[in-house]
């Protein structure tokens, strides 16, 4: 199942990583702010607290990583590069995540920055997307979006473009273990 | 009006070259997108599901209504335009709203929407790319989905230098620059207004699907929300939007999904603290008349994907623009004359060339082409048609002095005659014979041929309908027609008082010209007995076999007249049909030739109105023929009966493409089973000078027949 997700998201030039464990993924992502940002600027990581940072001592992270915002406020995310959230399920036939946000926070992380990474728990991907709406209550929810890939645009010359209002990264963290 | 708008948009190269290449790449891409899926399956529940809302609207806008409600929305329904232009500038008066974005809301440029705002001061920005370039360069979408598929990147570079700052002609440049600007617009909104694309009546659920994340800040970053959604975008049940989801990205942009869909069920607290604000106005503007009206009722089967613009042969010449709507195409056709009233789709409603290229595709199953001839009927009916075009079609009633005129023309014509080809026709009529060469009227018409023909009696007879093309214009069709038969031991029957199938007349909505064309025939036809009823035009074939007893009834005949209608239909075959099953059986054979090549044009009629597409090759193929497929063969030829008279231009426009696609083949013969089809693509053989036959099946089959 994960492989099929993995052949669709990247068909749709999403960038699949998959991790045995919580720790394999913390390293992965310290590496990838390193890389991606500079250390001596202001915030440029906003993450939204979730399941996944329970038992990580956050403070640590901070001090080793300190362009990571865990407070997101509009002002935060609309000037961090990096939107880092904890997603509900996959679809492994159109290589889907599936976000549900009670809180408007979760959601800032993965439509304002330019790159979005998102947590995926292995266990959460199901074949399709009517097995994946069977587990959720939708008449609950606030608010949810299937994301499929980066946002893309095809309106000039019919061109496609990667990357207009949303995120022109997507990266799914699979993680197993947790 | 509307003709100069057509020349104008068939002489702009780049909107019908982008629109081209553009539906061309989508018909392969949308079949792609389709692989592993059932598409007749996902249509028929799209249909099925979205026909109960049609009869059940009250209803589910009640459901909506409360569940909405119940989630926290505030929800206003209303059928007038006007009240929801107040609603909206009240609320924006009221939380003192300075700035809104947009995402895509054609319900909201139904109404202009835009332009009120602005009067009040309020500043409106466009957030879709296509649509904000369109916004600045204060122009109107040329297609629903694609809105500035008109412009090259130097357009939109020249649109943003003048309008926001300067930018050089990159797209991927431009793309990062509208994320800039309308980033600072998002954050400086204080509502956002969006449509949607599905509302769930059972949970009070907005979907809204997007490519480029546009509506996900539109929805999140200003504190209030309104969706304006038309009520033709519910559905009863939660699970009706499965189907829906597999449907519009692949027949709207040929995606398996769009990077976006939107769940929006209720509000939650902003990210200042206060509660956030959200509105739903349920926007009716005529359409639950629609949904009561026995034939219209099933244009809420669309899930306006737009897959009808993209297949259509004319849309792709002329854009959007030429149709000076909100809504373009055939379905912007229907919409408009629902929306705006029937009057508004008087020019449009005629662009239609009925080819049925649309009902293949429709994801709702709809019948565009139908439907677009009810508003012919109902216009013709409401306004009358003009004197002269009543006339016409009133001389095409009495067939004597219609037979005559007929004849009296192949006299006329002389002066303008030469090699059996009309090549000019004086002042007001050279439009017809500018891009294609007109076939002479016959000297002697085919009834009055058949009379020297010389048949066996045989116990087998059929009864050959000729129609007006075969008769008077190509007389050796029928010829071939007895030949090929009469070797089979058929003997072919003409009944003399046979008349014009009213296809001219019924095409245009003149239902009443039509009705008598039907009465004649059956009269005429009727006595005779047989075993089938035969025609060599599909146009005819499709009159005689659907359309005489609809037509009857219609128009309120005798019971009998209508009985003896529907005991003809039943005999009613198409020639290509009976030919190939008398080759199967061996009862026609064909004598061993030089193998010849062959590219073959279906015509509109016979594939898409009687399913017939294989016949014709086999057939041609076992008289020793080699087929080689010609690039979009069931594509339109540009004919449509009257349509050439009507629009020429695109006509002759449609032709040329026809004709490269059967210059590529380097094929020498084109074969098809219409006499219209044959007209219009010998005629434009004959204008570009080139050579290669234009044959009706039937002749190439008779020439071929083994002797004895």
Request: charged share 25%.
């Amino acid at each position: 199942m994960f492989e099929l997700f993995k052949q669709k998201a990247e068909a749709i030039n999403a960038e699949v990583h998959y991790f045995n464990s919580k720790s394999e993924a913390i390293d992965f992502i310290k590496d990838f702010i390193a890389k991606n940002t500079q250390v001596t600027s202001t915030k440029e990581v906003v993450w939204h607290d979730s399941p996944f940072l329970d038992g990580v001592d956050k403070d640590s992270l901070l001090k080793e990583i300190p362009q990571i915002e865990f407070n997101i406020d509009q002002n935060s995310a609309s000037s961090a590069k990096i939107g880092i959230n904890e997603v509900d399920y996959g679809i492994a036939e159109t290589g889907s995540i599936v976000e549900i946000s009670d809180s408007i926070f979760k959601r800032l992380c993965s439509i304002l920055p330019e790159i979005h990474i998102a947590i995926l728990p292995l266990n959460r991907i199901e074949q399709t997307l009517e097995e994946v709406m069977k587990k959720i209550p939708i008449s609950k929810i606030p608010y949810m979006t299937i994301i499929s890939g980066p946002s893309r645009t095809a309106d000039i010359e019919r061109v496609l473009t990667i990357g207009v209002h949303g995120p022109e990264r997507l990266l799914i963290l699979a993680v197993n273990n947790f | 009006m509307i003709k100069e708008e057509i020349k104008k948009a068939l002489q702009n190269a780049n909107l019908a070259g982008a629109l081209t290449r553009f539906s061309e790449a989508y018909a392969v891409s949308r079949r792609k997108a389709y692989e592993g899926l059932d598409f007749e399956e996902i249509r028929d529940k799209i249909a099925t599901l979205k026909a109960y809302v049609a009869e059940n609207l009250n209803e589910i806008i009640d459901t909506f209504i409360k569940s909405a409600k119940k989630n926290g929305a505030k929800v206003f329904y209303t059928n007038k335009p006007d009240e929801i232009r107040k609603y909206i500038i009240e609320l924006a008066k009221k939380n003192n709203v300075k700035s809104i974005v947009k995402s895509k809301s054609m319900a909201t440029e139904e109404i202009h929407l835009n332009k009120y705002l602005k009067e009040e001061g309020i500043e409106v920005n466009e957030t879709d790319l296509g649509e904000w370039i369109i916004q600045l360069a204060g122009q109107r979408p040329s297609h629903m989905v694609l809105p500035a598929i008109h412009l090259t990147r130097y357009d939109v570079s020249e649109v943003f230098t003048k309008k926001v700052e300067p930018i050089e002609p990159d797209i991927s440049k431009m793309v990062k620059f509208a994320r800039k600007h309308l980033r600072r617009k998002f954050l400086a909104a204080e509502m956002g207004i969006t449509g949607a694309n599905i509302a769930v009546a059972e949970t009070g659920t907005l979907l809204i699907f997007t490519n480029e994340g546009n509506a996900r800040l539109t929805m999140a970053l200003p504190k209030i929300h309104v969706a304006v959604v038309g009520v033709e975008k519910l559905v009863a049940k939660f699970e009706d939007i499965f189907p829906i989801i597999r449907a519009l990205p692949r027949s709207a942009t040929a995606q398996l999904i769009t990077s976006y869909i939107s769940f929006v069920n209720k509000p939650y607290t902003h990210f200042d603290g206060s509660q956030k604000e959200f509105h739903i106005i349920l926007f009716d503007n005529n359409r639950s008349a629609m949904a009561k009206d026995p034939i219209f009722k099933q244009t809420f089967q669309c899930i306006r994907c737009a897959s009808c613009l993209n297949v259509c042969p004319v849309f792709r010449l002329i854009g959007g623009h030429v149709f000076g709507k909100v809504y373009t195409g055939g379905i912007g056709t229907i919409l408009t004359a629902w929306t705006e009233g029937l009057k508004a789709s008087k020019d449009i409603q005629g662009l239609c060339i009925q080819c049925g290229n649309c009902l293949k595709v429709c994801p709702g199953k709809i019948d565009i082409p139908g439907l677009i001839l009810e508003i012919r009927k109902r216009l013709s009916k409401e306004e009358g048609l003009n004197f002269k075009t009543k006339a016409i079609y009133s001389i095409v009633n009495n067939r004597k002095l219609f037979h005559s005129i007929l004849k009296a023309v192949s006299k006329l014509q002389k002066p303008f005659e030469r090699e059996g080809f009309i090549r000019h026709l004086p002042l007001f009529l050279s439009d017809l014979t500018e891009d294609r060469s007109l076939p002479a009227i016959s000297d002697i018409p085919f009834r009055d041929r058949f009379k020297e023909i010389k048949q066996q009696k045989f116990d087998k007879k059929v009864i050959f309908f000729a129609g007006c093309l075969i008769d008077f214009a190509y007389p050796e069709i029928g010829e071939a027609l007895v030949k090929i038969l009469n070797s089979a031991g058929i003997e072919v029957l003409f009944p003399e008082e046979q008349t014009c199938c009213g296809a001219p007349a019924r095409y245009s909505g003149v239902m009443d010209v039509a009705a008598n064309n039907a009465k004649q025939n059956i009269e005429a036809l009727f006595p005779y007995e047989a075993d089938y009823v035969i025609s060599a035009c599909p146009t005819c074939t499709v009159a005689l076999k659907k359309q005489f007893t609809k037509d009857l009834q219609e128009q309120n005949f005798n019971e009998e007249l209508i009985k003896k209608a529907e005991a003809l239909s039943k005999k009613v075959k198409d020639a290509s049909e009976l030919i190939n099953e008398l080759i199967k059986e061996e009862k026609i054979k064909f004598k061993s030739t030089s193998p010849q090549s062959f590219t073959y044009h279906d015509p509109c009629h016979l594939i898409r109105s009687l399913g017939i597409y294989i016949q014709p090759r086999e057939s041609l193929i076992s008289a020793g023929l080699q087929l080689t497929e010609m690039f979009e063969s069931d594509t339109c030829c540009g004919m449509g009966g009257s349509y050439s008279l009507k629009f020429p231009e695109i006509s002759k426009t449609i032709l040329k493409r026809k004709l490269e696609n059967i210059k590529k083949t380097e094929v020498k013969l084109v074969c098809t089973d219409c006499p219209g089809c044959v007209m219009q693509i010998r005629g434009g053989v004959d204008k570009e000078g080139l050579s290669l036959q234009v044959k009706h099946s039937l002749e190439i089959l008779a020439e071929r027949l083994k002797e004895g």
